[in-house]
């Protein structure tokens, strides 16, 4: 049954809507396991479900049976969320007759749930005539393919009730909240090149130009293949070289090309039309029953693929950005965030990565509201369309209703307001009322933050992310171009310190030219491993920063993800010797404070012998928090186990700042924990006396700790410090703040009213 099932699942991957995939569905599963029913049941609303398809039931009857959870068979089944197993299934407590279904003169009946992220979604049912009691394995068949289709199932309602976009109706995805705001505008579909399920629907604006350039393209892959078969021609049979004019054959009008070229008639772009056109005849071969001709999907896909990147580059267009514009993409980077005006970039929705991937903390640095994991979203189908990006509870709203723009412009106007409110406390001190005092300093890396930290009131860098210059360009960046990027920084918050953290690259932050690829990522070549494996990179980056600290002396050096003694030695040993070499060369500097990112559960246990060994210490929270929760932090199938305020990583950073202070250290934190209002406080309670995070957050912040006293702080840590799950201590914190009145610079989670 292990073929039947990949088949079927591979069929079911290639239908173009929710309605094809359940027909799908019980037409294979009632082969395949010769029963004579097959049926889907999907939840509709709240708590009942509907008869969707079937194979052997009156098809009158879809959409018209409906049963509640916990009623008859197929309730019972979505109630226990287990298989049910019956060989005589009207004598079962449970069973219901529906006599508009004709099912009465079946006796047996199997039943298992389709779950998806926790929910049923709904139940698959076989059922027989005989009285048959299904044996195991056929139990464990239908249970597996439950499980298999049960993410394509969701996949499919969200995009498959998607009509709705092409009518400009209002649909709605959900998302991981990425960055905090709201932002309405038009959607900017970015996509990978040659990648046919990326390509965004789009008109042609000449019919005729855009079908010259689409036979171009056609006359240009022609020659490709004529060249690359020539070159073959020794090393293959007459028949093998046969296939190379069956692919050049799938080009002329008669065939795909021709199929193509109607749709560039009928409006359709060459890229979308080519795309389209491809991806259905590659759908068609991949249901063949015959596996030679089964395979030939691939070359279907290979071939249009060389077609598309002929059409991608001939059409060298410039995109062209609205004013409001929203940056959709499968997966974006810092390179696609640079390439839009930074007055143009409204809002950011990312089919790929949750709240702590390296683009929503950028998001967040620019202060743009931003939503990520929206797996579900047809992002191709979303380019030029009117768009909401809830960054609060991680939603998207496309071609949004009157009442829901109202709604977040709403929203959007007392973020302003809060805002403009916040402006006087900016020249004044960051304190409780009893003036304990904590430094606030921010979080940066690109130019424009600069600017809004120093009119936000920051007293420094603690974190300046050095690999971003390193992501925006397309080769390493040389010493004196590294020099001149940090004297830019340093100088603009000169006489505040700046915190530079040396090349923090892999996980979730490639450099296109230097790829770094692995079945695990995050525990494997990155940070501080990569730079000492390449001392050239390190000591030349170290070397440019030395340089451009001269005169200024405000330069800090942070390592990221140290987590043993030996590697930090070796890494203190190699910045030495690039001061000593900078002072042989004529420089006058200053050897700066050299310390240690704690973001390793590792380094949380030998806080006294690294501090033993640098000038400071800064946690990274993000980093720490994935580590110790065991939690991808860009996997949006467990974004909601990542919980910054968990009890296990509250002790971790209770434990750092106890360790640190007893040896003497300063211990700051630069992850994404210290922007939180609520956490700072925390925090602070802790015994951080300095907070790094991004420039949007500084004001919220530092109104929170003024309206505070230490007393409150560290009886509102004590309290939250004997809680024993996240869900407990961001009710409490809620609770605090609702009670001091402090509920207006936070965003609690709760029903928006269009939100569930």
């Known amino acids: 049954?292990?073929?039947?099932?990949?088949?079927?699942v591979q069929e079911v991957n290639t239908a173009p809507n929710l309605r094809e995939v359940l027909n799908i569905i019980v037409a294979r599963v009632r082969t395949t396991m010769e029963t004579e029913v097959c049926s889907v049941y999907l939840r509709e609303g709240g708590e009942h479900y509907a008869l969707m398809a079937t194979e052997g039931l009156n098809p009158d009857a879809i959409g018209k049976v409906k049963l509640e959870k916990g009623e008859g068979l197929v309730g019972l089944v979505a109630a226990r969320e287990e298989p049910l197993n019956l060989n005589n299934a009207d004598s079962h407590k449970a069973y219901r007759y529906f006599p508009e279904t004709g099912e009465e003169i079946f006796s047996s009946f199997l039943g298992v749930p389709i779950i998806h992220h926790r929910q049923v979604l709904g139940v698959l049912v076989v059922q027989q005539r005989d009285n048959r009691k299904f044996d195991e394995g056929e139990e464990a068949f239908l249970v597996t393919m439950s499980a298999q289709l049960a993410g394509v199932i969701a996949h499919a309602e969200a995009t498959g009730g998607l009509a709705a976009i092409g009518q400009k109706t209002e649909a709605r995805f959900l998302g991981v909240a990425g960055a905090p705001g709201v932002a309405i505008g038009h959607g900017v579909v970015v996509s990978p090149l040659a990648d046919l399920d990326a390509v965004p629907v789009s008109q042609c604006s000449n019919i005729d130009e855009e079908l010259a350039y689409f036979y171009e393209s056609l006359e240009?892959?022609?020659?490709?293949?004529?060249?690359?078969?020539?070159?073959?021609?020794?090393?293959?049979?007459?028949?093998?070289?046969?296939?190379?004019?069956?692919?050049?054959?799938?080009?002329?009008?008669?065939?795909?090309?021709?199929?193509?070229?109607?749709?560039?008639?009928?409006?359709?772009?060459?890229?979308?039309?080519?795309?389209?056109?491809?991806?259905?005849?590659?759908?068609?071969?991949?249901?063949?029953?015959?596996?030679?001709?089964?395979?030939?999907?691939?070359?279907?896909?290979?071939?249009?693929?060389?077609?598309?990147?002929y059409l991608q580059q001939s059409a060298g267009d410039e995109k062209t950005y609205p004013d409001d514009t929203i940056l959709v993409g499968e997966e974006l980077t810092a390179s696609n965030l640079g390439e839009v005006p930074v007055e143009k970039l409204?809002?950011?929705?990312?089919?790929?990565?949750?709240?702590?991937?390296?683009?929503?903390?950028?998001?967040?640095?620019?202060?743009?509201?931003?939503?990520?994991?929206?797996?579900?979203?047809?992002?191709?189908?979303?380019?030029?369309?009117?768009?909401?990006?809830?960054?609060?509870?991680?939603?998207?709203?496309?071609?949004?209703?009157?009442?829901?723009?109202?709604?977040?412009?709403?929203?959007?106007?007392?973020?302003?307001?809060?805002?403009?409110?916040?402006?006087?406390?900016?020249?004044?001190?960051?304190?409780?009322?009893?003036k304990k005092r904590t430094r606030l300093w921010v979080n940066t890396g690109l130019v424009a933050d600069a600017m809004l930290s120093l009119e936000r009131g920051a007293e420094g860098v603690g974190l300046y992310r050095t690999e971003i210059p390193f992501m925006l360009r397309d080769r390493f960046?040389?010493?004196?171009?590294?020099?001149?990027?940090?004297?830019?920084?340093?100088?603009?918050?000169?006489?505040?310190?700046?915190?530079?953290?040396?090349?923090?690259?892999g996980g979730d932050k490639a450099l296109p030219y230097f790829p770094i690829t692995e079945d695990n990522p995050f525990l494997g070549w990155r940070g501080i491993r990569v730079t000492l494996d390449h001392p050239e990179i390190f000591l030349g980056q170290v070397r440019a920063m030395l340089k451009a600290s001269e005169g200024l002396d405000n330069l800090r050096i942070m390592l990221?993800?140290?987590?043993?003694?030996?590697?930090?030695?070796?890494?203190?040993?190699?910045?030495?010797?690039?001061?000593?070499?900078?002072?042989?060369?004529?420089?006058?500097?200053?050897?700066?404070?050299?310390?240690?990112?704690?973001?390793?559960p590792a380094a949380v246990y030998q806080i006294e012998a690294i501090a033993?060994?640098?000038?400071?210490?800064?946690?990274?929270?993000?980093?720490?928090?994935?580590?110790?929760?065991?939690?991808?932090?860009?996997?949006?199938?467990?974004?909601?186990?990542?919980?910054?305020?968990h009890p296990a990583v509250l002790q971790a950073l209770l434990r750092i700042a106890e360790d640190a202070k007893a040896k003497g250290t300063p211990v700051s934190i630069c992850g994404e924990l210290a922007g939180d209002p609520a956490a700072a406080l925390l925090l602070i309670g802790m015994g951080y006396d300095t907070l790094s995070m991004n420039a949007t957050n500084l004001l919220k912040v530092k109104s929170v700790i003024r309206a505070v006293s230490s007393e409150q702080i560290q009886y509102l840590l004590k309290e939250v410090m004997s809680l024993t799950d996240a869900q407990s201590i961001n009710r409490r914190l809620e609770e605090a703040f609702k009670r001091a009145g402090l509920s207006r610079v936070m965003r609690f989670g709760g029903d928006t009213g269009f939100i569930n």
């Open 477 to 505: 960046p040389s010493e004196e171009e590294q020099r001149v990027v940090y004297r830019e920084q340093l100088s603009t918050f000169a006489p505040r310190p700046v915190t530079m953290r040396t090349l923090d690259v």
């Open 220 to 309: 240009a892959v022609k020659q490709d293949i004529k060249n690359l078969s020539s070159q073959l021609e020794s090393r293959l049979n007459k028949e093998e070289r046969l296939l190379f004019d069956a692919y050049a054959g799938l080009l002329d009008d008669a065939s795909v090309g021709g199929e193509v070229a109607e749709r560039i008639r009928s409006g359709f772009s060459a890229q979308y039309a080519w795309s389209a056109v491809v991806l259905e005849h590659v759908a068609v071969f991949s249901r063949m029953e015959d596996a030679y001709l089964r395979e030939r999907a691939t070359d279907v896909r290979d071939l249009g693929s060389r077609v598309l990147a």
């Open 612 to 645: 033993d060994r640098v000038d400071f210490l800064s946690v990274g929270s993000n980093d720490l928090t994935q580590y110790l929760l065991a939690v991808d932090r860009n996997n949006p199938r467990v974004a909601d186990l990542y919980h910054s305020l």
């Open 346 to 434: 409204t809002g950011i929705i990312s089919l790929r990565g949750s709240s702590n991937s390296h683009v929503a903390i950028l998001a967040r640095s620019l202060g743009i509201p931003t939503v990520m994991g929206a797996v579900d979203l047809p992002f191709t189908r979303l380019d030029g369309h009117e768009l909401v990006v809830d960054g609060y509870r991680g939603a998207v709203f496309a071609d949004p209703s009157e009442q829901v723009r109202a709604h977040y412009e709403e929203i959007l106007t007392e973020d302003k307001q809060l805002v403009a409110s916040l402006e006087p406390i900016k020249g004044l001190p960051c304190e409780t009322i009893d």
């Open 1 to 8: 049954m292990l073929e039947s099932l990949r088949r079927i």
């Open 560 to 600: 990221p993800m140290i987590s043993n003694v030996p590697e930090l030695e070796v890494a203190l040993m190699l910045i030495y010797r690039a001061y000593d070499e900078i002072k042989d060369e004529g420089y006058e500097v200053v050897m700066p404070p050299v310390g240690v990112m704690i973001e390793v």
